[in-house]
């Protein structure tokens, strides 16, 4: 990763990667450094007990969220990055592979201090599921070239991309506490 500052110009933060990157730590952290608020997409997408809502409910919530003028918002939603990337100041791409976010999420659903997380609706506890792990033992063949490819068309848009915990940690210690 290039160094890079975030500075209090930018406003608006995207964090996107495979499930188990760190995209929920990481904004956390972020949040807590540059005071921006901060949105769980999986806390707004899911009601209680993983409860599915209406796409267009779903649209509206995100299209409330990213016309305020500051925020921080982590995670995918592929069908809705195009929405968020119209207005985004700054995305990071956690580019991990695939076997250390397997090994997240593995963690996350198998250790009890996991098993209910701030940034999941009330009730959403981790599982085990053998499609989500497929998911992201797949997601750098599947996903990744098409996330990729919806980045291109953002050109103006400021993209780091973050392969490993080094790169986390360069990038909290160059943001201006603002």
């Not at 209090?8 to 995209?23: D, H, L, P, V």
């Not at 499609?131 to 291109?152: A, G, R, S």
């Amino acid at each position: 990763m290039t160094q890079f500052t975030i500075t209090s110009k930018i406003k608006k933060i995207t964090i996107i990667g495979c499930a188990g990157a760190g995209k929920s730590t990481l904004a956390t952290k972020l949040s807590l450094i540059t005071k921006l608020p901060l949105f769980h997409l999986d806390k707004e997408y899911f009601g209680k007990n993983w409860q599915k809502p209406d796409k267009e409910a779903f649209k509206s919530r995100l299209d409330e969220i990213i016309n305020k003028d500051e925020w921080i918002i982590d995670g995918n939603y592929y069908s809705y990055l195009d929405q968020r990337l119209k207005l985004v100041d700054l995305v990071i791409f956690l580019n991990v592979p695939s076997y250390i976010c397997f090994f997240r999420a593995l963690k996350r659903m198998i250790l009890p201090k996991y098993k209910s997380r701030k940034d999941m609706a009330e009730g959403c506890f981790e599982r085990f599921d053998l499609n989500f792990l497929k998911y992201i033992l797949t997601y750098d063949k599947k996903m990744k070239p098409k996330v990729l490819e919806v980045l291109k068309k953002h050109e103006n848009v400021k993209i780091i991309s973050i392969k490993n915990d080094k790169d986390i940690e360069s990038l909290l210690n160059n943001c201006e506490n603002v």
